[in-house]
């Protein structure tokens, strides 16, 4: 086999991978790349070669929107080449983020990494939200997926310009799964990024309402529970939710 212990080793893996590249062979490419990285996973280059595979699936998406032959569903256990590709960006964001990069010391393939992994978390993030709404069977389960993704993006990239929408994303999160009190925490911040106006008036609107809601909770825990006889509305007589629960 080959010695992966030699000098030549990752070179010449790398190699390997260049030529199902040029010859059009995506998914040996992919396989040949993650062979690579399951030997050299802590190699500088590694954010690289993590990159090298999203792209790969990114062609094989591409390719089987216009040849659907191009990808086996059942070889891939019935899964698109969207799941793998946004599976590698988590692989890349998860593994090879923040903690990952600050601990390299060289300076540029930190820089890189740190600009790889903020775009993979960015895209993850999005993707998981976009599947959040299309679950209409569960929209909580998926609201709070979406919202743990954008919430790890923002503790990774605080300084990241796609912070700002991510943190925008969040706090609407919020407030759909009835956290006011997180709700309004994330809407005071977003209105007061000085980074950009976009949602700034929006959300201190929103922090408003937040609070608003805040107060009601706190009314209604605080008031005292009515006696028991009159916990039913007589027959005949309107209850008093006259809004049936809604806003």
């Known amino acids: 086999g080959l010695g992966v212990d030699k000098p030549y080793a990752r070179s010449l893996m790398m190699s390997m991978a ?36 999203i792209d790969g699936y990114e062609r094989l998406q591409d390719m089987a929107v216009v040849d659907e032959e191009v990808w086996d569903l059942a070889v891939h ?12 960006r988590e692989r890349l964001f998860r593994e090879y983020g923040r903690e990952w990069a600050e601990a390299l010391e060289d300076t540029t393939a930190r820089r890189e990494a740190l600009i790889l992994a903020d775009q993979a978390g ?6 998981v939200a976009s599947l959040g709404e299309d679950r209409p069977s569960d929209p909580t389960s998926g609201i709070d997926r979406a919202a743990r993704y954008f919430k790890d993006y923002m503790d990774d990239f605080p300084e990241s310009d796609n912070s700002y929408p991510a943190r925008w994303n969040y706090s609407q999160y919020m407030w759909r799964l009835e956290r006011y009190d997180e709700a309004y925490e994330e809407f005071i911040t977003v209105s007061r990024d000085e980074r950009s106006d976009k949602y700034r008036e929006q959300a201190a609107i929103n922090a408003i309402l937040a609070a608003e809601k805040m107060l009601e909770l706190e009314r209604q825990e605080a ?20 809004n049936n629960g809604f806003p």
Do not use: C, H
């Open 18 to 53: 260049e030529v199902y590249k040029e010859t059009g062979q995506v998914e040996a490419e992919i396989t040949a790349l993650d062979s690579a990285l399951a030997v050299f996973s802590n190699d500088p280059q590694a954010p690289r070669i993590m990159q090298r595979i």
């Open 77 to 88: 256990n019935n899964e698109s080449p969207e799941v793998y590709l946004n599976r590698a």
């Open 122 to 127: 960015w895209r993850l993030a999005n993707y």
């Open 223 to 242: 008031a005292p529970a009515p006696p028991a006889d009159d916990a039913i509305a007589p027959p005949g007589e309107p209850s008093d939710s006259s």
